[in-house]
């Protein structure tokens, strides 16, 4: 069994991150992560700067309820743990939120899909900002503490069964399945570390 809590460079990480099993199944979930819950995605100043920047490339993919939202209070406001995050409409909708029609890397299209219209928009190559870092590291969450300490949490949430399943059928784990993000926030000589600590702990740990 793993330790608990590991830690690679100034990060701690729930060892879960490196033994549970996860991959985004779109075409089950429909991008419901963006729908649900009772707070925004948490955002750093700097990025909301730089969705204001964009705001009006992305402002006719927003609903009528989400301008309005956004015209109120703003891409972001404080929640009630005292973390900034984005606006949202109904007490749960992101305010980026919108639908479209993707195509589904298996083959065939995904109807209906709940998008972000900030990544609509840089996929489209109409900004150089993607989405917050928050969003891509999902089903991973971010805590920094006041010592300079970071913490990363696996964050087990019911509507992402489907992505544990879609996990464990392919034996991707979390760490693996969030290559790209990690390394935007961290950096490839960490994410190199971090994959050697996962092969050197988990050859040697209990099956």
């Known amino acids: 069994m793993l330790p ?3 830690q690679v460079g100034d990060v701690l990480l729930s060892s879960e991150i490196l033994t549970e099993m996860f991959c985004c199944d779109l075409s089950v979930c429909k991008g419901a992560c963006c729908v649900e819950g009772d707070a925004g995605a948490p955002v750093t100043l700097d990025e909301v700067m730089e969705i204001e920047n964009v705001l009006d490339l992305v402002w006719s993919d927003l609903s009528a309820s989400a301008q309005a939202i956004v015209d109120k209070q ?12 984005t606006s949202i409409v109904n007490g749960k909708d ?26 609509k928009a840089f996929r489209n190559g109409k900004t150089s900002f993607c989405k917050p870092i928050s969003c891509a590291l999902y089903p991973i969450r971010v805590k920094c503490f006041s010592n300079n300490l ?3 949490n ?29 390394i935007q926030r961290f950096g490839k000589e960490w994410y190199d570390e971090l994959c050697d ?7 040697s740990s209990p099956q």
């Open 74 to 85: 703003g891409v972001a406001y404080t929640d009630v743990e005292g973390d900034l995050v």
């Open 94 to 119: 992101c305010v980026f939120t919108c639908y479209g029609d993707i195509d589904n890397p298996e083959g065939g299209t995904i109807s209906s899909c709940c998008l972000c219209a900030l990544e």
């Open 4 to 6: 608990p809590i590991l």
């Open 197 to 203: 600590l996962a092969s050197q702990l988990l050859s």
């Open 154 to 182: 696996y964050n087990k949430w019911d509507i992402c069964k489907c992505a544990r399943d879609k996990g464990r059928e392919l034996q991707i784990p979390v760490y693996r399945f969030l290559k790209e993000p990690l």
């Open 150 to 152: 970071i913490g990363l």
